[in-house]
T-cell receptor
Framework: LAKTTQPISMDSYEGQEVNITCSHN???????ITWYQQFPSQGPRFIIQ???TKVTNEVASLFIPADRKSSTLSLPRVSLSDTAVYYC???????????FGAGTRLAVHP | ETGVTQSPTHLIKTRGQQVTLRCSSQ?????VSWYQQALGQGPQFIFQYYREEENGRGNFPPRFSGLQFPNYSSELNVNALELDDSALYLC?????????????FGPGTRLTVT
């Protein structure tokens, strides 16, 4: 199973772009990269998934270089409500078991 | 569309007791997974149910057991509670028709074992 490494915490200010990078050196050919967001006292929420290059949705963008050994979640113009824990996961298919690490605690300041 | 709901919200039990947590999956979802989240950590996979059968299990002892009902709702049962079982228990539902790693989580049940 591919292991992920991401910063423990990050700080930002309202209106800035935030980039959270995740390392996954032993990602397998068929693995997907998935990001979840979790607010205090709530369950995690699916943000975005990608396999290679760039994926964008209404919430975030996900950048994956050609070697796929890392990925970067980009949150444009963050607001206070983006303060949360962000988890990078590697999904290996099969049944839907999600393996969460400790995540990155993002704090957005006024 | 109704999201994933869990009951109760909070629960306090004594060591050695048994507890049952309940989960109603999102409409149209046929798969339910349970996770345990200790304070300050990411969720840990307990097991998953698909069509009323266990479809995968994480590194949890047999005293953690579950059920899925024909309406796809689910129960998590924990016997012989230990202090370390204190955690947030999350239920997540998903559908075989959607992305395999896109799961919809409920708000969780906060279990405290004293």
């Amino acid at each position: 199973l591919a292991k992920t490494t991401q910063p423990i915490s990050m700080d930002s200010y309202e209106g800035q772009e935030v980039n959270i990078t995740c390392s996954h050196n032993n990602i397998a050919t068929n693995d997907y990269i998935t990001w979840y967001q979790q607010f205090p006292s709530q369950g995690p929420r699916f943000i975005i998934q990608g396999y290679k290059t760039k994926v964008t949705n209404e919430v975030a963008s996900l950048f994956i270089p050609a070697d796929r050994k890392s990925s970067t979640l980009s949150l444009p113009r963050v607001s206070l409500s983006d303060t949360a824990v962000y988890y990078c996961l590697i999904f290996s298919g099969g049944y839907n078991k999600l393996i969460f690490g400790a995540g990155t605690r993002l704090a957005v300041h006024p | 569309e109704t999201g994933v709901t869990q009951s109760p919200t909070h629960l306090i039990k004594t060591r050695g007791q048994q507890v049952t947590l309940r989960c109603s999956s999102q409409s149209g979802h046929n798969t339910v997974s349970w996770y345990q989240q200790a304070l300050g950590q990411g969720p840990q996979f307990i097991f998953q149910y698909y069509r009323e059968e266990e479809n995968g299990r994480g590194n949890f002892p047999p005293r953690f057991s579950g059920l899925q009902f024909p309406n796809y709702s689910s129960e998590l049962n924990v016997n012989a509670l230990e202090l370390d079982d204190s955690a947030l228990y999350l239920c997540a539902s998903s559908s075989t028709d959607s992305l395999p790693d896109e799961q919809y989580f409920g708000p969780g049940t906060r279990l405290t074992v004293t």
